[in-house]
């Protein structure tokens, strides 16, 4: 695939990444509040707000994210919005960023549902015998960074405490937000296999030819694995990257069929 020539919304985003990410790394207090408040959250977060579906695709955790993500914009963004224009080619990204992001809470609700009742039935009855079952049943890599301080030195636990560490962990949990613009990646990256399936992609950083209907078939099964089987450590969010593919299906079929219905 040669390399194509940068579209304006491209650019724009791209563009738009990049200073939000300098602008994080410029300061370790303006990476907070950037995080915290463009980030999304889960949607019975207190720092939840629906415009979070949004700017959470500007955000990145690190350098190499960042790059990863807009080395997928730039090489295949254009061809769609050359097809496209360029209103329904950034409808298209937000929409299947945010729609990545509603997958991806969705998928969660058991897990935080879950987490959020059990949490309110060990405030009401609080018992130390069975805090430790409670932690280790909810937080089996450890309780969120933020309810650390709330562990004495010595290590024993009162019950007050107990209750206290029990409802910070459960805000921890609630408050860490999914941050990139995966979601719409992977939608951009769906929606060039539709439309361009035969076009053949390099898999970097081998000089592997591949055509983009099995680059991204391919791609889209191994963040399924990803999702229900997670590594030690990953913080991948694998189905905000699903959901975004999905979304773009759906709304590349519905477009196509306008198109086909309209001439």
């Not at 190499?64 to 254009?78: A, D, T, V, W, Y």
């Not at 970097?204 to 997670?230: D, M, Q, S, T, W």
């Amino acid at each position: 695939m040669r390399v194509p020539m940068i579209t304006p919304v491209v650019k724009a985003l791209i563009a738009i990444n990049l200073i939000v990410y300098l602008v994080q790394f410029s300061s370790a207090t303006y990476d907070r509040q950037i995080v915290s408040t463009l980030g999304l959250h889960y949607f019975t977060s207190e720092k939840f707000n629906p415009i979070q579906l949004l700017t959470y695709l500007f955000v990145h955790g690190s350098f190499r994210h960042l790059f990863s993500n807009m080395l997928g914009l730039f090489f295949l963004g254009p061809m769609l919005e050359r097809l496209w224009g360029e209103k329904r080619f950034l409808l298209f990204y937000f929409i299947t960023g945010a729609g990545g992001g509603l997958f991806y809470m969705a998928l969660k609700y058991y897990d935080y549902a879950a987490l959020e009742t059990a949490t309110q039935a060990y405030i009401q009855h609080p018992n130390l015998q069975l805090f430790q079952q409670f932690l280790v049943e909810f937080y089996p890599s450890g309780i969120p960074y933020e309810a650390h301080g709330l562990i004495p030195a010595s290590g024993d636990v009162t019950l007050n405490e107990s209750v206290l560490i029990a409802e910070e962990s459960l805000r921890g949990v609630l408050n860490t937000p999914t941050i990139g613009a995966s979601g719409a990646v992977f939608g951009i990256m769906a929606g060039f296999a539709m439309l361009f399936p035969n076009t053949d992609l390099i898999l970097f950083p081998l000089p592997i030819p591949i055509k983009a209907k099995y680059f991204v078939a391919l791609y889209g099964l191994y963040e399924v694995y990803g999702g229900f089987h997670p590594t030690q450590g990953d913080n991948v969010a694998h189905f905000a990257h699903i959901g975004g593919m999905l979304f773009a299906f759906f709304l590349v079929r519905f477009w196509n069929k306008q198109r086909n219905n309209f001439y």
